[in-house]
Each structure stands twice: as C-alpha cells, then as structure tokens.
C-alpha cells in the first residue's frame, strides 16, 4: 500500500509538533508572554487616568508600563513616558517594582512584593501617585 500526498495539504511532522503558517510560510509561532497578558488586564482596573491606554512593553528580565502623558505634568506634549517597571527578582521569590524618576531619568524601586498580583494590585491603586503622575 502506497501512501499519496494530497494536493494543498501539508504533511504534519512525525514528532508531533505542528508548523502554522505565518508570513514568511511555516514556521514556530511566538508565544505571548502570561505575565504580560495579566499586566495589561490588571491596567484596565487601576484607580488614576483610566482614559489613557498604557502598553507592556518587555524591557530586560521584566516588563515596562510606558502610557501617554495626559497630565502633562512631565511631557508638556503629552507623549509617551515610562509609568513603572515590574522585575521579577533573582531568587524567583517575588517581584520588584520600579517608578520612573523623571527629573533625574532613572528608576527608583519602590516596593518589593511576593507576587506579581501584589505588584500590580499596589501599582493599580497608587495612593501616593508614584507611578501615575
């Protein structure tokens, strides 16, 4: 008995793995990143400038809030500027989190927490506006 490739239909490799097309044909696909996927979902209940849409951008071992500057306070023509840094720390026992030093452009850590919920949960509610300024 032979076996016969169909037309159009690719072949899936004996090891199991799949090959999804993308733009330059088959190839691994990227996969999004779970820490990234529940920053961006806590940013959507955080207490200050609700109207403005931040991104998560990866910066080093962590992740980076970067957001327009609605107040103006800092980029008078409301730009983009750095919000916070969320690192995990060394020993994977929790997560550092950073607040931008605008006037001396530097981030400054402000809290270390044991999870990234806690972060996010202390960076959502801000009652000393160190992050959203």
């Known amino acids: 008995m032979t076996s016969a490739k169909l037309p159009g239909r690719q072949r899936r490799p004996r090891d199991g793995a799949r090959a999804a097309p993308g733009p330059a044909g088959p190839g691994p696909v990227p996969v999004a990143s779970l820490d990234a996927r529940r920053i961006e979902n806590a940013l959507r209940a955080r207490s200050r400038y609700k109207y403005v849409h931040p991104q998560v951008l990866r910066e080093g071992q ?69 992050f959203w300024q």
């Not at 020993?91 to 270390?112: E, I, K, P, T």
Request: proline residues 6%.
């Open 62 to 130: 962590g992740w980076k809030i970067v957001s327009p500057n609605c107040s103006r306070n800092i980029d008078a023509d409301g730009g983009e500027i750095d919000i916070a840094w969320l690192v995990p720390d060394s020993h994977g026992s929790g997560w550092r989190l950073f607040s931008r030093d605008h006037a001396n452009d530097c981030w400054r850590m402000r809290h270390q927490e044991p999870t990234l919920a806690a972060a996010l949960a202390r960076l959502c509610a801000d009652p000393r506006r160190e």
